[in-house]
């Protein structure tokens, strides 16, 4: 999948127990990856990700994003479905955001790692 032994270490110390996150949306903001949006009548303009959340999380999911993006098959189809929209930070951003939740899923239902 991309997350190794060590990351896998990393990630179980800062976030203790999961179930303190009722879904992947919560473990994406306790991260910071979540994205910032602001709305005022019909505009809908997007500010980038929170930074509110866990700086040393937040890269070490951005890192695992830009290293494992091309040997998991979930990663892949997400980065070539985006590289024509995304680019750059933005992308391995969103990879880090993809890359999170699936982490949150196989933990969450304590299922071993099975890409579709």
């Not at 009548?41 to 700086?55: C, D, E, F, Q, T």
Request: with cysteine.
């Amino acid at each position: 999948m991309g997350v190794g032994k060590l990351a896998a270490g990393i990630i179980i110390g800062f976030v203790g127990d999961i179930r303190r996150f009722p879904k992947p949306e919560s473990l994406v903001a306790y991260c910071g990856l979540d994205p910032v949006v602001e709305r005022s009548g019909k505009a809908v303009v997007s500010k980038g990700i929170s930074r509110r959340g866990n700086k040393y999380l937040r890269s070490l999911f951005y890192f695992l994003a830009q290293i494992s993006y091309s040997v998991n098959s979930i990663l892949l189809k997400f980065y070539e479905s985006h590289k024509d929209n995304l680019h750059g930070r933005k992308l391995y951003t969103a990879l880090a955001r993809k890359l999170a939740k699936v982490v949150w899923s196989v933990w969450y239902n304590n299922k071993s790692y099975e890409p579709k």
